[in-house]
């Protein structure tokens, strides 16, 4: 995704003729035990189409769910979730 595309994305949405009706945002925090867990779960999911497309080695991914999977032993009191980011578009009512 190019960078900033996220921030122009409400722009893009009205140039292509839609209304915006609203734009939140939100991300969840956790314990670190599970939002360990799952962050190093999302990134082996991906594993093989990151190895694929060139993003990473398989050794890199790997490094990286270890690194994760130790952190939860860290001392860290909360792990955020990804940012969520609710657009609400319509297409504009005739008159």
Known sequence: MPRGAIDGLAGSAR???LEVVAVDGSFATMDPE??????AATVLAA???AVASGIASGQQIDD?????R???GGGYEWVSAPFFL???LRKPVAL
């Open 34 to 39: 599970l939002g360990f867990d799952l962050h």
């Open 15 to 17: 140039a292509a003729g």
């Open 64 to 68: 990286l769910v270890s690194d994760l």
């Open 86 to 88: 609710d657009l609400t």
């Open 70 to 72: 130790a952190a939860k």
């Open 47 to 49: 594993r093989e189409r």
